[in-house]
């Protein structure tokens, strides 16, 4: 109440401040009932909705509880369910053991009865084995079929069968031990009543029946190598027969007590001492294995076995273990080991050769030398140690005193000498065969050939090569020039002392590229060579055939057509290339040598002045300057003809006879003139060296045809003997000046058959009583070129010479080695472009193509033809020029012709040239004979240093 007042008290206090709110009284008192109306129905309104929810409610609760009775009753009626199946769960749960524990039991049973039958027929068969081998090997064969069964079933079931197929295996393994023990046992019995192995020494009579046990025992050890009932041979392949194991226990013992034991027989550095033992041993007991075991293989259908193969098969393995044993014990004795290595493959070959030996099963085999040096590691230190004894040999050799004396004694004389090394060098190689020879594998063969012998040959070539280079050092006068050279030493070259260098390493050369080639067709050395040819064919190029060696690196040191032509080649290509290489080297030096030296003793002679002297007297004797020269060559032709062949001395000869040519013609034929009586006593001197020479080879001067075509001529009378017989100088120099027929009649009368018309001419020429004439040609050609000077045009200098010259003969000569130095010095004169050394040397080798322009004697113009073969269809003139004061005269035209003609006969189409854009007149003189311009060549004259002007190409078609 109190609140309720106070509330109303508050809202009058509130609504009411003055008297003046009491006027708004009544409309308070109306807006209140209508609020209180309001609130009333809206009252009436949520008790109508709270009790329509609360029937609702009621009756969802009533569902509910209906429900969840009906839950109830289908738990329980679950549970009564579950205790049920929880009863049959327990029962099945049972069967299951029950039936797990009856697989159980038929699996032990199964593996009780497999262990039964292991254990019935390995009783079967062993209870059978002494009486009856044959009979034993059934049961023994159904065990090994069960144990091929237990195999195949128990991949089927994932492997659940391991233990037992292992037991049945060693139960296998054991009965065959056995069988062989039991075997074994009764086989000893009967080798001891026979007395093995010293029966073998005494005669057999009166063992007939320790014989024929001895044969029951070896029988029945031999129906183990028998095919079982399932075909399987019981036996391998590869190793010895198991009677042979039996019976070389005994001999493998006595290898132990004498070998293998603290008795003086065993030295590891005689590993000779058991290998003769073990063929001795062999060889003892042939006769009884051939007469009475090979019989007794080829009566039970082992006939295919051969009794001795089989008995050294089965000593074999004692002959390993001895050599790995003594590996230990020679660790680090180098001599001790390459002694092995070579016993081993001695005794190797022994067998092979003896007994043709191929263990059984096999294509071939490999000697027990496969123990020692079988692994790369192995062969390779045995190939060091090899390597390095036999570089010590070569350096031996090589350093004993006499190692480069020429050897002459036991030496056909019809052969060329060698050098004492060269000799001992091949006895050296061919002992390095013997050792190498016999190893069995190829890819070891080829190793020790490339390594040791080759590489021994490529030392003493690089030797040879070593002795022609300090010989050309030595030689060499600006070294000579050159202080601290000793005169001594370089004295050594010089004379019949430097040939004996040179002679050395040339009979060496020849000596060992012979025995190369010898060797290439010995059967050995053919064999491997066929063999790396097939390994080489089935290798690409990219894997190695032998080591770590490709076909390229070994075709490199062998022959290049290893893979592209094998049947042609051989070992040795490369190498007896280069020792032919060394050879042609060697020859070259000597002749340069013998020319050199000759060239030196003949200076003073060179010097000589006297041959245009006139005598009266007849000269009968050689100039005394001549006569050391002489006497030198004759020495050194002397040491020659004995230390070479005679086709090869006679191969020297003729080129240092060429070469002394040329010496002869340049500084005596062409610096001098010539009386009669000089060229007479030049004609002696030659004779008397021609004479000299020929008391060691037929023919002398075969090489110096100049030279005597030169004693012709320069020796001719000046005056005619009035008989008509004998040509003088004057009927020469006319009929050769007539030219033609004429000149080649009196050509032939003289016997000229080296030099031709112009030198022919040229050598009259050369006789003082010539020079007059040739002082008018000379004033002539003077002349000419003051006349040609005073005219101004072309047409009145080719009048000019023709009222001067009392002939226009125009005629081509080839270019030879005396004439090359006028065609050089007119390309300097016509041409403004330089020409190399290489432009002239190739002129003299290309006949046709190149020719001197003659015009009444008179060298005046050149000719230089180029044939390319890369442009066959297209002739180039290089070269084409004529003297200025001897232009117009047709001698151009002559060339061109001449060039058209040979355009033809080589099949050419066009011919071309270049022409300087600057030279107007000469682009007319070309145009004139049918050239056309085909284009501009820019720069084409800069490589010639001409400032890089231009060029016209100019081009005529071969009609």
Same mark, same amino acid.
């Given at each position: 109440?109190?609140?309720?007042?106070?509330?109303?008290?508050?809202?009058?206090?509130?609504?009411?401040?003055?008297?003046?709110?009491?006027?708004?009284?009544?409309?308070?008192?109306?807006?209140? =009932?209508?609020?209180?109306?309001?609130?009333?129905?809206?009252?009436?309104?949520?008790?109508?909705?709270?009790?329509?929810?609360?029937?609702?409610?009621?009756?969802?609760?009533?569902?509910?509880?209906?429900?969840?009775?009906?839950?109830?009753?289908?738990?329980?009626?679950?549970?009564?369910?579950?205790?049920?199946?929880?009863?049959?769960?327990?029962?099945?749960?049972?069967?299951?053991?029950?039936?797990?524990?009856?697989?159980?039991?038929?699996?032990?049973?199964? !593996?009780?009865?497999?262990?039964?039958?292991?254990?019935?027929?390995?009783?079967?068969?062993?209870?059978?084995?002494?009486?009856?081998?044959?009979?034993?090997?059934?049961?023994?064969?159904?065990?090994?079929?069960?144990?091929?069964?237990?195999?195949?079933?128990?991949?089927?079931?994932?492997?659940?069968?391991?233990?037992?197929?292992?037991?049945?295996?060693?139960?296998?393994?054991?009965?065959?031990?056995?069988?062989?023990?039991?075997?074994?046992?009764?086989?000893?019995?009967?080798?001891?009543?026979?007395?093995?192995?010293?029966?073998?020494?005494?005669?057999?009579?009166?063992?007939?029946?320790?014989?024929?046990?001895?044969?029951?025992?070896?029988?029945?050890?031999?129906?183990?190598? =028998?095919?079982?009932?399932?075909?399987?041979?019981?036996?391998?392949?590869?190793?010895?027969?198991?009677?042979?194991?039996?019976?070389?226990?005994?001999?493998?013992?006595?290898?132990?007590?004498?070998?293998?034991?603290?008795?003086?027989?065993?030295?590891?550095?005689?590993?000779?001492?058991?290998?003769?033992?073990?063929?001795?041993?062999?060889?003892?007991?042939?006769?009884?294995?051939?007469?009475?075991?090979?019989?007794?293989?080829?009566?039970?259908?082992?006939?295919?076995?051969?009794?001795?193969?089989?008995?050294?098969?089965? $000593?074999?393995?004692?002959?390993?273990?001895?050599?790995?044993?003594?590996?230990?014990?020679?660790?680090?004795?180098?001599?001790?080991?390459?002694?092995?290595?070579?016993?081993?493959?001695?005794?190797?070959?022994?067998?092979?050769?003896?007994?043709?030996?191929?263990?059984?099963?096999?294509?071939?085999?490999?000697?027990?030398?496969?123990?020692?040096?079988?692994?790369?590691?192995?062969?390779?230190?045995?190939?060091?140690?090899?390597?390095?004894?036999?570089? $010590?040999? !070569?350096?031996?050799?090589?350093?004993?005193?006499?190692?480069?004396?020429?050897?002459?004694?036991?030496?056909?004389?019809?052969?060329?000498?060698?050098?004492?090394?060269?000799?001992?060098?091949?006895?050296?190689?061919?002992?390095?065969?013997?050792?190498?020879?016999?190893?069995?594998?190829?890819?070891?063969?080829?190793?020790?050939?490339?390594?040791?012998?080759?590489?021994?040959?490529?030392?003493?070539?690089?030797?040879?090569?070593?002795?022609?280079?300090?010989?050309?050092?030595?030689?060499?006068?600006?070294?000579?020039?050159?202080?601290?050279?000793?005169?001594?030493?370089?004295?050594?070259?010089?004379?019949?002392?430097?040939?004996?260098?040179?002679?050395?390493?040339?009979?060496?050369?020849?000596?060992?590229?012979?025995?190369?080639?010898?060797?290439?067709?010995?059967?050995?050395?053919?064999?491997?060579? =066929?063999?790396?040819?097939?390994?080489?064919?089935?290798?690409?190029?990219?894997?190695?055939?032998?080591?770590?060696?490709?076909?390229?690196?070994?075709?490199?040191?062998?022959?290049?057509?290893?893979?592209?032509?094998?049947?042609?080649?051989?070992?040795?290509?490369?190498?007896?290339?280069?020792?032919?290489?060394?050879?042609?080297?060697?020859?070259?030096?000597?002749?340069?040598?013998?020319?050199?030296? $000759?060239?030196?003793?003949?200076?003073?002679?060179?010097?000589?002045?006297?041959?245009?002297?006139?005598?009266?007297?007849?000269?009968?004797?050689?100039?005394?300057?001549?006569?050391?020269?002489?006497?030198?060559?004759?020495?050194?032709?002397?040491?020659?003809?004995?230390?070479?062949?005679?086709?090869?001395?006679?191969?020297?000869?003729?080129?240092?006879?060429?070469?002394?040519?040329?010496?002869?013609?340049?500084?005596?034929?062409?610096?001098?003139?010539?009386?009669?009586?000089?060229?007479?006593?030049?004609?002696?001197?030659?004779?008397?060296?021609?004479?000299?020479?020929?008391?060691?080879?037929?023919? %002398?001067?075969?090489?110096?045809?100049?030279?005597?075509?030169?004693?012709?001529?320069?020796?001719?009378?000046?005056?005619?003997?009035?008989?008509?017989?004998?040509?003088?100088?004057?009927?020469?120099?006319?009929?050769?000046?007539?030219?033609?027929?004429?000149?080649?009649?009196?050509?032939?009368?003289?016997?000229?058959?080296?030099?031709?018309?112009?030198?022919?001419?040229?050598?009259?020429?050369?006789?003082?009583?010539?020079?007059?004439?040739?002082?008018?040609?000379?004033?002539?050609?003077?002349?000419?070129?003051?006349?040609?000077?005073?005219?101004?045009?072309?047409?009145?200098?080719?009048?000019?010479?023709?009222?001067?010259?009392?002939?226009?003969?125009?005629?081509?000569?080839?270019?030879?080695?005396?004439?090359?130095?006028?065609?050089?010095?007119?390309? =300097?004169?016509?041409?403004?472009? %330089?020409?190399?050394?290489?432009?002239?040397?190739?002129?003299?080798?290309?006949?046709?193509?190149?020719?001197?322009?003659?015009?009444?004697?008179?060298?005046?113009?050149?000719?230089?033809?180029?044939?390319?073969?890369?442009?066959?269809?297209?002739? !180039?003139?290089?070269?084409?020029?004529?003297?200025?004061?001897?232009?117009?005269?047709?001698?151009?035209?002559?060339?061109?012709?001449?060039? $058209?003609?040979?355009?033809?006969?080589?099949?050419?189409?066009?011919?071309?040239?270049?022409?300087?854009?600057?030279?107007?007149?000469?682009?007319?003189?070309?145009?004139?004979?049918?050239?056309?311009?085909?284009?501009?060549?820019?720069?084409?004259?800069?490589?010639?240093?001409?400032?890089?002007?231009?060029?016209?190409?100019?081009?005529?078609?071969?009609?």
């Amino acid at each position: 109440m109190v609140d309720t007042d106070t509330y109303v008290l508050e809202y009058l206090d509130e609504n009411f401040r003055s008297v003046e709110g009491l006027k708004a009284v009544n409309e308070l008192l109306d807006t209140l =009932q209508t609020q209180q109306k309001a609130l009333g129905e809206q009252i009436l309104e949520a008790k109508t909705r709270m009790d329509t929810t609360q029937a609702e409610s009621a009756s969802h609760a009533r569902s509910i509880l209906e429900e969840v009775d009906e839950l109830s009753a289908k738990r329980a009626e679950y549970e009564m369910h579950r205790a049920r199946s929880e009863e049959w769960s327990g029962s099945l749960g049972r069967l299951r053991e029950l039936d797990g524990s009856l697989r159980d039991l038929d699996v032990a049973y199964g !593996y009780a009865s497999i262990l039964a039958k292991v254990k019935s027929l390995s009783i079967e068969a062993s209870s059978l084995i002494t009486t009856d081998p044959r009979a034993a090997l059934i049961p023994y064969a159904s065990l090994r079929t069960l144990a091929k069964s237990l195999r195949t079933k128990n991949i089927d079931a994932d492997s659940s069968a391991i233990h037992l197929i292992e037991y049945v295996d060693l139960s296998s393994d054991a009965l065959w031990e056995e069988m062989k023990r039991k075997l074994s046992e009764g086989f000893k019995g009967a080798l001891e009543d026979l007395g093995w192995p010293t029966i073998v020494a005494k005669s057999m009579e009166g063992y007939e029946e320790k014989i024929a046990a001895f044969r029951i025992g070896f029988e029945k050890l031999l129906v183990l190598e =028998q095919p079982d009932a399932n075909g399987n041979d019981t036996s391998s392949q590869s190793g010895p027969l198991l009677a042979f194991s039996v019976l070389t226990e005994p001999l493998d013992l006595r290898f132990r007590y004498h070998f293998q034991s603290n008795r003086t027989t065993n030295r590891p550095d005689r590993p000779e001492w058991f290998f003769t033992h073990l063929l001795t041993l062999f060889e003892d007991h042939s006769a009884f294995i051939n007469t009475v075991i090979q019989p007794i293989l080829a009566s039970t259908g082992l006939g295919q076995r051969i009794a001795m193969n089989e008995l050294i098969t089965a $000593m074999l393995p004692t002959a390993e273990r001895k050599l790995k044993l003594l590996l230990v014990e020679i660790e680090g004795h180098a001599k001790v080991w390459s002694h092995l290595v070579h016993e081993t493959l001695r005794f190797d070959d022994a067998v092979r050769e003896r007994w043709m030996y191929v263990p059984f099963g096999q294509e071939r085999w490999n000697g027990t030398v496969e123990t020692i040096i079988g692994t790369p590691a192995l062969f390779e230190k045995w190939l060091s140690i090899e390597g390095e004894f036999d570089l $010590m040999r !070569y350096h031996e050799i090589l350093a004993s005193p006499d190692a480069w004396q020429l050897e002459f004694e036991g030496i056909d004389p019809a052969v060329t000498k060698p050098t004492k090394s060269a000799l001992r060098l091949k006895d050296m190689l061919d002992t390095i065969l013997t050792r190498f020879a016999p190893l069995p594998r190829f890819d070891h063969r080829v190793n020790f050939f490339l390594d040791v012998q080759l590489a021994i040959l490529e030392g003493y070539l690089d030797r040879l090569n070593g002795i022609c280079d300090a010989f050309e050092t030595l030689s060499s006068s600006i070294i000579r020039a050159v202080p601290g050279v000793h005169r001594d030493e370089a004295r050594t070259t010089m004379g019949v002392g430097g040939l004996e260098r040179l002679c050395r390493a040339y009979g060496s050369a020849v000596f060992l590229e012979e025995t190369m080639r010898e060797w290439s067709e010995d059967v050995f050395f053919v064999e491997l060579w =066929q063999d790396l040819a097939d390994a080489a064919s089935d290798t690409s190029s990219d894997e190695p055939i032998v080591g770590s060696m490709g076909v390229e690196q070994i075709a490199g040191r062998t022959s290049r057509v290893l893979v592209t032509d094998p049947e042609s080649g051989t070992l040795f290509d490369e190498t007896m290339e280069a020792y032919q290489t060394l050879r042609v080297r060697a020859e070259t030096l000597i002749v340069r040598h013998l020319s050199k030296e $000759m060239a030196n003793e003949g200076k003073t002679y060179a010097r000589l002045q006297s041959w245009s002297s006139v005598r009266p007297a007849e000269t009968t004797t050689i100039s005394p300057e001549f006569a050391q020269p002489i006497q030198s060559l004759t020495a050194m032709l002397s040491f020659l003809s004995t230390t070479f062949a005679y086709p090869v001395f006679l191969r020297l000869y003729r080129s240092f006879s060429s070469d002394f040519q040329h010496w002869i013609w340049e500084h005596i034929v062409e610096r001098n003139k010539f009386s009669e009586h000089g060229g007479r006593q030049f004609k002696r001197d030659m004779e008397g060296l021609w004479q000299a020479c020929g008391e060691f080879c037929a023919r %002398p001067a075969v090489r110096m045809g100049k030279v005597e075509d030169a004693c012709v001529v320069l020796g001719l009378p000046t005056a005619a003997d009035g008989k008509g017989e004998v040509l003088d100088l004057w009927s020469v120099l006319r009929e050769l000046d007539a030219g033609g027929e004429r000149a080649n009649v009196v050509m032939g009368k003289l016997g000229l058959t080296s030099v031709d018309l112009h030198e022919a001419r040229w050598l009259v020429g050369r006789r003082i009583e010539a020079v007059a004439r040739t002082s008018i040609a000379k004033r002539w050609t003077l002349i000419t070129i003051r006349v040609l000077e005073r005219y101004p045009d072309q047409r009145s200098k080719e009048r000019a010479l023709d009222n001067m010259a009392p002939s226009k003969r125009i005629a081509l000569d080839d270019i030879t080695p005396n004439n090359l130095g006028t065609f050089k010095k007119l390309h =300097q004169v016509i041409f403004p472009v %330089p020409y190399s050394e290489q432009f002239f040397k190739e002129t003299l080798v290309i006949g046709e193509l190149a020719k001197l322009a003659y015009f009444n004697d008179i060298s005046v113009g050149a000719l230089r033809l180029t044939h390319d073969k890369s442009t066959p269809t297209i002739l !180039y003139i290089s070269t084409l020029g004529v003297l200025p004061p001897y232009r117009s005269l047709s001698i151009g035209t002559t060339m061109l012709t001449h060039t $058209m003609t040979q355009a033809k006969e080589l099949g050419c189409e066009v011919v071309e040239a270049h022409v300087s854009t600057e030279n107007e007149v000469g682009v007319k003189w070309w145009e004139k004979r049918g050239f056309e311009v085909v284009e501009v060549v820019k720069g084409y004259y800069e490589k010639k240093k001409e400032g890089g002007r231009d060029a016209w190409l100019i081009r005529r078609r071969v009609e």
